[in-house]
């Protein structure tokens, strides 16, 4: 048991050398991807989370036209949701209920959070192609390794196609590793970005439901 984990260190150590140059692109590749993977899982954890009460708050405000307090907590609140309501209710408090003048502010506000939303997904996407090819280039360099080695040889052995078929297989299991997990983290970022703009567009539907009732002549009893 004492063992057990210089063992596995070395061993990893090990593989890491025998997968000859390929394997430090591989190695970046990894960090830039688990970094961007965990600081992109908190960010849409904080965004989701906020959207899930602001919209709720805000509605009842709303309701109770209280329009100067729903804006200062949409204002205070962070996240793409609570961007776009506030918007929309900054127009509100304005008094300017031109509908096409607070659509615009909207898709513009929320083409910018979109954009705060998406950023690094690129990066996830290059890497999880990426590493795959790195991969397969170590499996080519590994094999002219090999055959290089028959061919100073001039014989067929085990011991000389050994070292370049383990730089083969190494680095090509190395890219699979990397970009197996990354391809499922970037799915799951955009099917998280997807409900967000959902929810985007119930802020953008109720704003505009508040502006239609604000500019709707009201019926004039009998005097």
Not at 3 to 9: F, K, M
Not at 131 to 152: D, R, S, Y
Not at 158 to 181: D, F, M, N
Not at 209 to 221: C, F, H, K, T, Y
Request: glycine letters at 8%.
């Amino acid at each position: 048991m004492e063992t057990q984990g210089p063992e596995v260190s070395f061993t990893l150590l090990s593989m890491f050398h025998d997968g000859g140059a390929f394997m430090y692109p591989l190695v970046l590749c990894s960090l830039f991807a688990l970094g961007v993977m965990i600081a992109k899982f908190y960010a849409l954890w904080a965004a989701r989370r906020s959207s899930l009460t602001i919209m709720d708050q805000v509605g009842e405000l709303i309701e109770k036209r209280k329009i100067d307090e729903a804006t200062k907590l949409a204002e205070e609140t962070p996240g793409p949701v609570a961007a776009i309501l506030y918007a929309g209710l900054r127009r509100v408090q304005t008094k300017d209920l031109s509908s096409n003048d607070v659509e615009k502010a909207i898709k513009t506000t929320g083409t910018i959070e979109l954009g705060f939303l998406e950023r690094g997904l690129p990066i996830l996407a290059t890497v999880s192609n990426v590493a795959p090819l790195l991969g397969f280039l170590g499996t080519v360099a590994g094999m002219i390794q090999a055959f290089a080695a028959i061919e100073a040889a001039g014989q067929v052995e085990a011991s000389l196609v050994a070292g370049g078929i383990k730089v083969a297989l190494i680095t090509t299991a190395t890219g699979l590793l990397i970009a197996v997990p990354v391809n499922i983290g970037y799915n799951y970022f955009v099917t998280r970005i997807d409900k967000l703009i959902v929810d985007m567009e119930r802020g953008t539907d109720r704003i505009m439901n508040l502006i239609w009732d604000l500019s709707a002549p009201r019926a004039v009893g009998p005097q």
